[in-house]
């Protein structure tokens, strides 16, 4: 029996095809898609397309994330897997947003992908990266793996490890502190056993938890940032809570008219949690190794672990959307790992 997927259009140019006029605009059909992506019919597999959204991806925000969510959570049951077409710019942040709503809940496989050409134009990664997505969704369905996963080019990819690396390359996302969930080779898809299998029962269906907290700034720690500057924000009722991307393996300024220190204090003791993530790709905080990160520490501040920094904001939005807001809750939440976000 062929697996029934459906292709959910969330803008991006990789699903948009020449329309009447000869315009670019987003495919109404699996035929359309197929056309320019053979390689999919030959997979064997029902492909339904729904265009949900046509928005410039720099555009999105938590509303259309719920939106999203909400189409999948409706898609449970009726289809054995979906592949979502995304633009690049901030496909990261709604795929880990997607992964952290439905958790260790999801009952199908989700596939983020996007491409840094149309469909139509000369060398374009598009159709490569669409049938490729289309295979491994399938060695996803056959082996009960269910996660959000990102393809792109060559790479397979747990979503709330994954950020962009590049606006150019074909190979424009990378999971820099994780490995990849699986190999493409030329005549099979090998996940490792990192990826979460799970055979669940069609039919018992959690709702996902899809509030997010947008009051959140995040904020890179340069010489010579002004605390006054931070306290201006920090004190604004706006504001929620406060990340700060440090330098070094989580050190902050701690000496002087510029420490951060006081800062961090007053934010905690205010009520707002205050997360120290790394600026660096790949890297990860330690602040108990330096005495300038030790010390953010002891004044209240948490931390982000190995997680990137797509996956710190979206965690921290997604855990003060679910009612963990006091920050020494928060500080532990956020090394716990929900979906193999954080080691």
Avoid at 129 to 152: G, P, T
């Amino acid at each position: 029996m062929s697996k029934k997927i459906a292709l959910i259009g969330f803008g991006g140019t990789i699903a948009m095809v020449p329309n009447a006029e000869g315009a670019l605009a987003p495919a109404t059909s699996a035929e359309e898609l197929v056309e320019h992506a053979p390689g999919i019919k030959k997979m064997g597999a029902e492909l339904e397309v729904i265009n949900l959204l046509n928005k410039d991806s720099t555009n999105l925000n938590p509303n259309d994330w719920q939106l999203l969510i909400g189409k999948i959570a409706e898609l449970r049951g009726e289809y054995d897997g979906a592949i979502v077409t995304h633009g690049t710019d901030t496909m990261a942040y709604t795929a880990t947003a997607t992964a952290f709503a439905f958790g260790k809940n999801l009952s199908m496989p989700i596939v983020f992908t996007g491409s840094q050409l149309p469909m139509v134009d000369p060398g374009t990664d598009a159709r490569v990266n669409l049938e490729r997505s289309m295979k491994v969704l399938l060695e996803m369905s056959h082996e009960k793996i269910n996660e959000v996963i990102v393809v792109f080019s060559d790479k397979v990819m747990r979503a709330a490890r994954t950020i962009k690396v590049s606006e150019a390359r074909f190979d424009a996302f990378d999971a820099p502190a994780f490995p990849p969930l699986a190999i493409i080779t030329a005549t099979e898809t090998v996940f490792n056993p990192l990826a979460h299998r799970d055979d669940k029962k069609q039919g018992s269906f959690i709702e996902p938890l899809q509030a997010f907290e947008t009051g959140i700034v995040s904020i890179d720690v340069r010489p010579g940032l002004r605390p006054d500057v931070l306290r201006a924000i920090t004190r604004s009722e706006e504001c929620t809570a406060l990340i700060l991307k440090s330098l070094g393996a989580g050190n902050v300024p701690s000496d002087g008219e510029y420490s951060l220190l006081p800062v961090i204090q007053e934010t905690v003791e205010s009520g707002k949690p205050v997360i120290i993530a790394t600026k660096f790709v790949g890297g990860k905080t330690i602040p108990e190794i330096y005495e300038t990160g030790r010390e953010a520490l002891k004044v209240g501040a948490g931390h982000a672990g190995n997680m990137t920094d797509v996956a710190a904001e979206v965690k921290l939005m997604w855990l003060m959307g679910q009612g963990i807001r006091e920050p020494q809750a928060v500080n532990k939440a956020m090394l716990t790992p929900y979906i193999g976000e954080v080691d």
